[in-house]
């Protein structure tokens, strides 16, 4: 263990003024909300399911990941505001996330059958195809609690809500990815462990089928092809559940079964065994240093963001209150003053701070290439907290190159091999988005704060621009201008823009990993490092430092 | 002559009892021990130990062993060749002293029925007996039956009327020849409400005899004693004088020289007492007599072999103050006192300096089926009684002993009652007073207790589960249900669960009519269990989780909760409709077979502990299905001996 001697970093917040406060009762208020979503995500598809499932003796599905786990760890759970805003029980019909099983790290993914019977809605496709990439990319194991009806073959069920509509344009031709990724884990050497709790026909039954391992359960476990009725209209061959596709057949005569399970808690038992026996050793990319909390209280960061986002942050007080004992080095302090840059530990492991501080000036854009680059040179994962309007535009900054020196920051960017983590705590804008490794920049996890915006522009602007171009086209055809049409015009596609952009919005859609209480952050990146610590990082190769 | 050597024919507390006495005289001291004392707290107190492969009743590998290492005395302790004569005269053949009486004295005296006919002759009272069952109606019902050579309950059995009594007569006599090699029995009168009381002797080689005042030994579960004290609440001192006097009268009748002990029944209504044997050995309760008149007993019997005079008169001898004394012993009391087995997983108490223990245990030591399950004796002495019984009653409050099931906490009852403070402390005490004496603690220190228990395993999973631990426990960005801990105490289930908030762990008993949420903070785990603040009370407890179970003791005595796994082991199944061992032991008889008829009560199987049989009766009508024993089989406490259906 070595010793973070990095320099401390001054506060200049005043958690007393109006204005902090003001952020703050808006914080809280947000957070309260997410809270109260959390509480409908608790009972998926509602008592009277859970209380018809628990009649078979049957665990709500969060019971079982909480059972899986070891006692009293913690659980980075991913994508619980999925499908929210849409007729789609908020949670998505599944759980998905990642927990300690047997001292292991474990990406755990379980259909809820009491949301549609575990049905696959476009939502559990989306958060299933997440966790494969959440373990393949840190090479944990992959436990899948299977218990789905199979397809949602109802098909588009929404059609009336933008949301859903976009992620329901989905072809079954499309299908079938999530069985070829779980086998792509396998041959990585990712072990995949599949516990059936229930029915797993026709698709499902490739859940268990892509698997290294099976743990079925006596009189409850089923899995066949085709079930009963499907196999009379196939075949004119009468069966029933048990010597169709029993567990016990499964276990004694298949051998599609490797474990037989006596109940839901003694599958979990030997899904842990199995986990104990994989023979993973956690070795640290990291020279991880001793560490103390942060100095300031992470209070602080309730009142720094405004709703309209218009308050100047200095990030500064953001980074002080999630990294150990408040110790910031920063780099080229004094150059491009927008981007603020520098290295840090949290929990002891080492990471390099990209936080904006104002929009991207070519400058800022150079230091920052610099920064992404000497961290790949030292496989640094890196942190990007967004609070970005974008690059900055205008004739002068043209002049200067704004265009080449933001591709270059977003080449490097792209071309960073390290582990990215991103916080979009405010706005994320435009190609300032692209450029602090946004959802499309292979991240290993991005996660937002309840003020969050994303989106091409903010909302204000994007209402105006949407008119100007109006007015032209009206210019152009010669036709009269209707300024009060307009007017109303502005305001609304201010709004629709302005809702879309939140947060909420974002992580239904599951363009991001989840909504975090900001006072959460080090909690989150603490857990996010020891996750991606199980897979070998190093930086880019190719080129050395460019003196930019 | 004097003795340099001494080696200690005996194992657990009383040989180190004595190891201490011969290592403050500045003597040389050599234990022996068996294949399972290997590491026996005797072994590592004294000066050489020596290994007797066949156990500590092996006479001649003793003699020879004690001659090897020039030995000068051979101290036999109790129970085992304490008081055999045959072995006695081997040693004394081997001209290696013997620190005891006489053989002769001893014979005379191990034979219950001359004993009885030499007291008759003094003119001291004893109770009418016969070895002829013909003669029972003559002596009158309830009738103890009793086997000649009997002691320590083995071969004893009370019958209430006629039709029990061959039955009684046939066990005792198999008991008898099992335990003694002797299977003869006789019957005497059995008095209800009688007290033992007993008188402890010192006589030297020169004829000069003393008394060392009464030890009362009323308090008996299964016929041994469990509580003696001196002096006895109950003697008036000129009952007192009669009782030492007669005792004084026999031992010098008889030349007695070393320490002995007479016994006498008491007659709590007509203060008669009756002569009933004496004891040729040092008792298991000497302690209470040594600390009330400040005699290091066994110091007294090495001087007296050495050839000394006693070095006191009769009116030195004063009995100062109270003592008690209890057996820890590792039983059940709810299962009717058996024995129980088990490995000791904590062992701290305080060591108070009025309170002596006479301890043959140690953490991790091993309680097996072999030999006697008494672990310690705890003494306290006091001013008054009220005081020593206080004193003891808060060194076992205090005592914290996990991983083996203990009589303890039935003994802090028995100090606790006021029958027993008040001195009623007759035969029939434990029988009198057993609603009180099992009582459990208040659902309300129970609660607390689970509370207690449930923020230990919260902080003792942090030392376990190292994985991410510099996060908070439970926490999440997202939701999962909360952490619990299942307990089950007294045939109850029992569910706790917990959050953390602000630096609070709330706890919260579920699944209950009344749910009870307390609030814990500044919790830290202590080298023998924990610190914390429950709902602003400071609370200090120590832990034991040893198997299944979780054993915790605030000050108040140990309390046992089942802590259920969450997790099943595959190999337990229970065998519905099955009857189970009640304690470790051997299958003596098996009485039905596969396939039999059996009524609810009838007598199955016969298990031997402890050199006592007991019975395994149907617990329902029906037809046995499966029998798992074989006679001779050793079985586990709790063992599946056959199915019945």
Known sequence: ?548 | MKIQKILVANRGEIALRIIKTIRELGLDSVAIYSDADFDGIHVHNADEAVFIPNGYLDQDQIIQKAKEMNVDAIHPGYGFLSENADFCRKVISAKIKWIGPDPETIELMGDKINSKELCLKEGIPTLLKTTNAKDATKIGYPILVKASAGGGGKGMRIVENKKDLDEAIDAAKREAKSSFGDERIFLEKYIRKSRHIEVQILGDNYGNVVHLYERECSIQRRHQKIIEESPSPRLTSSLRSEITKSAVTLASKIGYKSAGTVEYLFDEDTNEFWFLEVNTRLQVEHPVTELVTSVDLVKEQIKIVEGKKLSFKQKDIKQNGSAIEVRLYAENPKNNFLPEIGQIAALSYPDSKSVRWDIGIKKNDVITPNFDPMLAKIIAYGETRKQATSLLRKELENTHLAGIRTNKEFLIKCLENSSFKRGKTTSDFIERESKKLFVERSKKDVDILMKIATLWTHEKTKEENTRLAFLPRNWTNGTLPKSYVEYEYEEELFCYEYTAENQKILINRKLFERISTSTASNIKLTPEGIALQLDERFITAKVTENKDNITLNDGFGDIVFKKLPKFSDPNELIIEGSLTAPMPGKILKINIKKGSQVSQGEALIILEAMKMEHTIKANTEGTVTEVFVNVGDQVENGADLMKVE
Request: charged share 20%; net charge negative; with cysteine.
């Open chain 1, 1 to 548: 263990m070595y010793k973070n001697i990095a320099p401390i970093l001054k506060t200049n917040l005043d958690t007393s003024s109006d204005i902090f406060i003001k952020n703050k009762d808006m914080m809280l208020d947000k957070i309260n909300y997410l809270n109260s979503l959390l509480k409908e995500v608790e009972i998926g598809g509602g008592q009277y399911h859970l209380d018809r499932l628990a009649a078979k003796g049957k665990m709500p599905v969060r019971d079982r990941v909480k059972n899986l786990l070891d006692q009293d760890t913690p659980f980075l759970e991913l994508s619980p505001y999925a499908a929210w805003g849409t007729s789609y029980t908020v949670g998505g019909g599944c759980v998905g996330g990642v927990g300690v099983v047997a001292g292991k790290e474990c990406v755990i993914f379980a259909n809820d059958p009491s949301v549609l019977g575990g049905a696959m809605s476009v939502y559990v496709w989306e958060k299933w195809m997440r966790c494969i990439e959440v373990a393949r990319d840190n090479r944990l194991p992959f436990i899948n609690l299977v218990e789905s009806a199979g397809a949602d073959l109802r098909g588009r069920q929404d059609t009336s809500n933008n949301k859903a509509r976009q992620l329901d344009n989905f072809h079954f031709a499309s299908s079938g990815r999530t069985f070829y990724e779980m086998t792509e884990l396998s041959k990585l050497k990712i072990p995949v462990i599949s516990i059936v709790f229930g029915s797993s026909t026709a698709g499902g039954a490739y859940q268990p089928g892509m698997s290294d391992y099976n743990i079925f359960i006596k009189n409850q476990s089923k899995a066949f092809l085709a079930g009963p009725p499907l196999v009379q209209m196939a075949t004119g061959e009468i069966s029933d559940d048990e010597t169709l596709g029993g567990a016990k057949m499964h276990s004694e005569v298949s051998g599609f079964s490797d474990y037989l399970a006596e109940d839901e808690v003694d599958a979990l038992r030997i899904c842990r065994n199995v986990v104990s026996h994989l023979n993973i050793v956690k070795k640290s990319n990291f020279a991880l240093t001793t560490f103390n909390d942060p100095l300031y209280d992470s209070d602080g960061l309730l009142g720094l963001f405004s709703e309209d986002l218009k308050s100047q942050v200095d990030i500064r007080e953001v980074i002080m209150r999630f990294i150990d004992g408040s110790q910031f080095e920063e780099f080229k302090p004094l150059y491009g003053p927008s981007m603020v840059c520098g290295w840090a530990n949290v929990f002891g492991y080492p990471v390099g701070i990209l936080g904006n501080n104002g929009p991207i000036y070519p400058e800022t854009a150079e230091k920052s290439t610099s920064f992404i680059q000497l961290c790949n040179q030292t496989n640094t994962p890196l942190v990007f907290l967004h609070n970005v309007t974008g690059f900055l535009v205008g004739k002068e900054y043209e002049r200067q190159g704004i265009i080449k020196k933001g591709a270059q920051l977003i080449n490097t960017v792209s071309n960073s091999t390290v582990p990215h983590i991103s916080f979009i705590l405010g706005a994320s804008y435009g190609a300032g988005t692209y450029a602090m490794s946004g959802k499309a920049y292979n991240n290993r996890f991005l996660f937002t704060w309840p003020t969050a915006k994303i989106a091409v522009m903010g909302p204000k602007q994007f209402a105006g621009v949407m008119s100007l171009v109006r007015k032209a086209k009206a210019k152009r055809k010669g036709e009269e201008f209707d300024e009060k049409l307009d007017k109303q015009l502005v305001e609304l596609v201010e709004n629709a823009a302005e809702q879309e952009s939140l947060a909420l919005s974002a992580s239904s859609m599951l363009t991001d990993d989840g909504i975090i209480d900001p006072r959460d952050t080090r909690n989150v990146l603490g857990f996010c490092l020891s996750v991606i610590d199980n897979s070998t990082i190093k930086g880019a190769e190719g080129y050395g430092v460019f003196r930019l």
